[in-house]
């Protein structure tokens, strides 16, 4: 690869790299304001400004979206009559969960083994930094040779929505022939993926409610009805025997036709303990990537040290459902609410909130964009041929550009293979990937400007 001239340039660009996403990496942007500091979360949106203004880009701006958070726009001019290529990341991230359970502190980028640690390495403070490394080896290679948009999302992880309501309420600021998500991630490391399609998803909150307040469990337990009780039967009934997800009226047995995933290689990257059993049925691909899956986020119910002898009066929980390509994420919440709802037990009083939405995304893959990132990958990891995989999560701008831009070709790559582990502790990213991948999303626009795909 070194004997291209953009792959020599990106190596070269490396150390510059990793200084950057030391910088971003800093911020403690989680867009849960109770949690976090709005302070750290705009302080990141003007460490991405910046750094567009300083490579020239035109427009530069942070937009204030209907939810409350910054997303940061800009656009870089090509030649007249060229294409417009809009590239996507997000700067907000997952919190850190428990610190103490990182080796090195999350907010503090750390090389470690051939990796570089830390919360948003992958997911996705890495893509604004792919996207930087592509467009310098351009510039330095002959000019970028397509007009650029750059959005770069506030609130991506709380999936409140702010970006898709303010792209609507203005459709013509993000119009593209073709826009890279880079927010996805390969396979596995060294093998060039494209994610055609995702999982939509859904969040709702239901709250359980029996007593006018808690009771002593000597003196009225066994007759008292118990809020946390007849929480935990509700959320029991989501799941069968084998653990499937289990709805009622909303469709589980869908196939995935493309890219199987080993057994034994899944449980290897889940980090399934020996002897515990995978749930569902199918394959792994059919689980992960075709089929609905329910997760119970979190419980409100009392922790157990200092918890009292009693009858708990209410109980409430926060329920994800990835929502599988083909099935209206509006009515799979619809089918959600309303499981809860009738299966809550002991007339107990109950009450569902929808806290946020995504749709599932399929994409074209016999487009000529995807044609023109075959051929870039080839070159980006030589030996290799670009695969197609599913992802089980959801990027719920992609159904919205869809939605508003129905000729453009959208393509999803990026950071997030196993090995990283977004969204839990000890999060990383793969030094050797992200060269790779901005070679990669460099010569795929260079070939996409060509029109010989």
Known sequence: ??????????????????????????????????????????????????????????????????DGTQSVYGYLPGPEGARTVLLYAHYDVQPPLDESGWTTPPFELTER???WYGRGT????????MHLLALRALRADGGVPVHVKVIVEGSEEQGTGGLERYAEEH?????????????????????PTV?????????????VDTLE??????QFGGAAPDALA?????????????????????????????????????RKDAKVLDGVELIG????????????????????????????????????????????????????????????????????????????????????????????????????????????AGQGGSIPLCNTLAALYPKAEILLIGLSEPEARIHAVNESVSPDELERLSVAEALFLRTYASGAN
């Open 171 to 191: 459709p013509d600021l993000l119009t593209a022939d073709a826009v890279v998500i880079g927010d996805a991630g390969n396979f596995r490391a060294g093998l």
């Open 281 to 388: 049925s199918g394959t792994v691909a059919d689980r992960i990537w075709a089929r609905p899956a329910v997760t119970v986020l979190g419980i409100d119910c009392p922790p157990v040290v200092g918890a009292t002898p009693s009858v708990q009066a209410s109980a409430r929980a926060l329920i994800s459902l990835r929502v599988p390509p083909g099935v209206d994420a509006a009515e799979a919440t619809a089918l959600l609410r309303a499981h809860l709802e009738s299966r809550t037990p002991w007339g107990a009083r109950v009450s569902t909130e929808q806290i946020g939405q995504g749709q599932a995304f399929r994409a074209d893959t016999t487009s000529p964009a995807y044609r023109a990132m075959a051929e870039a990958m080839a070159v980006a990891y030589p030996g290799q041929e670009m695969q197609f």
């Open 213 to 218: 307040g808690n009771l002593h469990s000597g």
């Open 122 to 129: 992958a997911d996705c403070k890495g893509g604004v930094i």
């Open 113 to 115: 083994d051939g990796r």
């Open 1 to 66: 690869m070194s004997s291209n001239p953009v792959a020599a340039t990106v190596a070269s660009l490396m150390p510059r790299a990793k200084e950057e996403l030391t910088e971003l990496v800093a911020f403690k942007s989680v867009a849960d304001f109770d949690q976090f500091p709005r302070s750290e979360s705009e302080g990141a949106a003007r460490w991405i400004a910046d750094a567009l203004t300083a490579e020239g880009f035109q427009e530069v701006a942070l937009l204030d979206t209907p």
């Open 230 to 266: 007849a929480l935990v039967r509700v959320l029991d009934s989501l799941r069968a025997e084998d653990g499937s997800t289990t709805v009622d009226g909303l469709s589980a047995d869908s196939a995935w036709d493309g890219l199987q995933y080993d057994d034994d290689q899944f």
């Open 195 to 207: 994610t055609s399609t995702l999982r939509g998803m859904t969040l709702v909150r239901v709250s």
